[in-house]
């Protein structure tokens, strides 16, 4: 069956509108485009395609990955700041999505609120892509999964352990994407910072139809097992006030030596969605370590962020 078929002209605003086999085939893309890229071969399938980038929040990894990967396939970004725009206030989201979809032929959104993508969605009448929302980071979930395939050569039956704030964007998104594709996931966090029980029941349907299991917890001997550990910064883009009391809350579950040890496996790798504080949610030893696969993680952003703008716009 041609997947391809599946993508032309949609949106990718979070993991929970797309099956596992169409997770599974942008993965493929990716691994094929990433390939290509390495013998320096670049494509043409967003020749002739304008493509609005819009940040309320400053990025690295997204601004550059978005940048490169249309660049590399003849696109023609273009770099709107949120306040250069003003989204929602000089002008309603409706009028701008209106007015940037008869200019670009696709548009990322980064940013906070996860109904303003999905207004750039309803109004725009062209593919929009989720960047980051407060509720949802779906392209970063799409380069850990490739970044663990690489690394352990399959996806199903490999048990994935986050540790932090385990109802932010990266713990949701992390939790809808392995239960679709069979990763056993669990979270460990404070009962304060679980996430909701609707989305737990969501991917638990998600993980008894691909064969995988999920648990949440805030016990951290429960990463006995883990092939993957993976954290990201106890007080998320916004909530920087909260800092002290996140770092006493979290200070348990910080991924040091000891809690790697206690997998009680050579193999598991560490991941983390960068920027890292170090010293507070990951110690600078095992972000440096052997197992530490961010930088990895943090080039697949290219790699993969490329292959949903050629399937969903490309020729």
């Avoid at 032309?8 to 094929?32: C, H, M, N, Q, V």
């Avoid at 352990?152 to 964007?169: M, Q, S």
């Avoid at 996931?185 to 404070?190: H, K, L």
């Avoid at 349907?205 to 006995?224: H, L, P, Q, R, W």
Wanted: hydrophobic share 40%; aromatic share 8%; proline share 3%.
């Amino acid at each position: 069956m041609d997947l391809s078929r599946n993508f032309k002209g949609r949106s990718f605003i979070t993991l929970k509108d797309y099956t596992p086999e169409e997770i599974l085939y942008l993965l493929d893309l990716a691994a094929e485009l990433k390939a290509k890229k390495k013998q320096g071969i670049t494509g043409d399938s967003l020749k002739g395609k304008n493509i609005a980038l819009i940040f309320e929040k400053p990025s690295t990894r997204t601004r550059c990955a978005f940048t490169v990967a249309a660049a590399d396939e003849g696109g023609n970004p273009t770099y709107l700041a949120g306040n250069e725009i003003q989204l929602g206030h000089k002008e309603s989201i409706e009028d701008t999505a209106r007015v940037l979809g008869r200019m670009f032929d696709g548009i990322e959104f980064r940013g906070f609120k996860q109904e303003h993508v999905e207004a750039l969605e309803k109004y725009s009448n062209v593919p929009v892509w989720n960047g980051l929302t407060d509720e949802y980071h779906p392209t970063q979930i799409l380069a850990d999964l490739l970044t663990m395939r690489e690394h352990f050569g399959r996806l199903k039956g490999l048990k994935f352990v986050y540790l932090g704030d385990g109802r932010n964007n990266m713990a949701n998104s992390l939790m809808i994407g392995c239960s679709k594709v069979g990763v056993d996931f669990a979270i460990i966090a404070p009962e304060s910072l679980w996430p909701t029980e609707r989305l737990i029941g969501l991917c638990k349907g998600y993980a008894g139809e691909s064969g995988s299991t999920i648990t949440v917890t805030d016990d951290a001997d429960a990463v006995k097992d883990a092939d993957v550990l993976y954290t990201d910064v106890w007080a998320s883009m916004g909530e920087e006030d909260k800092a002290a009391e996140r770092i006493a809350l979290l200070k348990p579950y910080q991924v040091n030596t000891e809690l790697m040890k206690k997998t009680g496996k050579e193999s598991t790798i560490f991941m983390h969605c960068l920027p890292a504080v170090k010293g507070k949610e990951v110690t600078e030893d095992v972000f440096e370590s052997e197992a530490s696969v961010v930088f990895d993680e943090a080039e697949n952003r290219l790699h993969t962020i490329k292959a949903v703008m050629v399937a969903t716009l490309g020729q």
